[in-house]
């Protein structure tokens, strides 16, 4: 076990006896807590764990989501964290689990909790080298989030407390997501944090200057996320910075996905829809998941209104739409809040 389930053993010691009632074959810890690099909260010398807790169930048979939910809403009522995740493979799917970068980090820096702990010899070997670029897609869908969730309801205000350390967390992830996409294209992908810096100060860094005033503030806010109270001007500031830089790194990033030239957020939303993956997944939801119908118009919306951060142009795209999710209700007008705090889940 890592250091940082020994410090919170009454939290993990909680999550591993609820989810052995599911009776699973193994309980994995994986991402950042799972490698001991998990974002800790201190606040009055009180610390807590930040951020979500990623679980992995290794099942013989899948069980039923609507049970996943109700352990995952026990858990949520004792463990203090914003987030936890809660997913199962079969040891089949283990062992047929392809190269990407969830399952390079579930292979080679996770924790198992519970159960049969050679279980993840069951993967096959994944060299970093094979990693896919189509992974880079997955980074752009689950980050250009935090450009837009970072901040509470109402509009960009100065931040302190635990509001600061959220917003903070999320830039670092930004962050290292650009850095990701970097290491991808080049082969030298790493799961650490720490390792991550190590390899794009070595390799990288000459060619993307722009980053180096941010690699700390990204190693320490992912880590031990700042509570310091943060100006509105800043945090304009660090969204217009890093989303320039995100732009710029992930169209270089997609060019190599869809093996053709990409720059910036139309050419991105053109390249998602003639993506024949996405488009089975957008009509897989609208016929078979109606809760999930709206997330490939969410994905463009997001996309274009992230975009309006550089450029006030895209904004008139995200509007478009937004009112396609909406089917035409809501605001004739809206501003890039009314249409931000209905596309994102906030936490605040």
């Not at 960009?156 to 407390?161: F, M, P, Q, R």
């Not at 990288?204 to 001007?233: H, V």
Request: hydrophobic letters at 40%; a positive charge; glycine letters at 4%.
């Amino acid at each position: 076990m890592n250091s940082q389930i020994q410090k919170f053993s009454p939290e993990f010691d909680y999550l591993i006896n609820v989810l052995a009632s599911l009776n699973p074959i193994s309980i994995i810890l994986y991402g950042s807590y799972g490698r001991g690099e998990g974002a800790i909260y201190s606040n009055n010398k009180t610390d807590k764990l930040f951020n979500d807790i990623d679980v992995l169930l290794i099942v013989r048979k899948k069980i039923d989501i609507l049970r996943i939910n109700n352990i995952k809403d026990k858990l949520l009522k004792k463990i203090d964290v914003e987030w936890i995740d809660i997913t199962q493979k079969t040891q089949f799917e283990l062992k047929k689990s392809n190269a990407s970068v969830f399952n390079y980090d579930l292979k080679y820096h996770s924790t198992v909790l519970y159960g049969d702990l050679n279980i993840l010899n069951l993967m096959p070997t994944i060299k970093r080298q094979e990693i896919e670029y189509n992974e880079i897609k997955i980074l752009f869908f689950s980050r250009i989030w935090c450009f837009l969730g970072a901040y509470k309801s109402g509009g960009i205000v100065d931040l302190e407390g635990y509001e600061a350390a959220f917003f903070n967390n999320q830039m670092a992830k930004i962050i290292f997501a650009i850095i990701d996409v970097i290491l991808i294209s080049n082969n030298k992908y790493v799961s650490s944090y720490h390792k991550k810096v190590k390899i794009f100060k070595e390799f990288f860094l000459a060619d993307y200057p722009f980053l180096n005033k941010y690699i700390l503030f990204a190693l320490e806010n992912k880590l031990s996320p700042s509570n310091n109270k943060i100006s509105a001007s800043d945090i304009q500031s660090t969204l217009n910075d890093l989303a320039s830089e995100f732009f710029k790194v992930f169209s270089s990033g997609l060019s190599l996905a869809y093996n053709k030239e990409i720059n910036g957020p139309d050419q991105i939303v053109k390249a998602f829809k003639y993506d024949y993956r996405l488009l089975i997944k957008k009509w897989g939801f609208k016929l078979f998941v109606p809760s999930r119908k709206d997330e490939f118009n969410e994905l463009i919306c997001r996309t274009y209104l992230v975009g309006s951060i550089i450029n006030k142009d895209f904004f008139s795209e995200a509007v478009k739409y937004y009112k396609f999710i909406l089917k035409g209700e809501g605001k004739e007008n809206p501003s890039f809040e009314d249409i931000r705090i209905n596309i994102v889940k906030l936490i605040f």
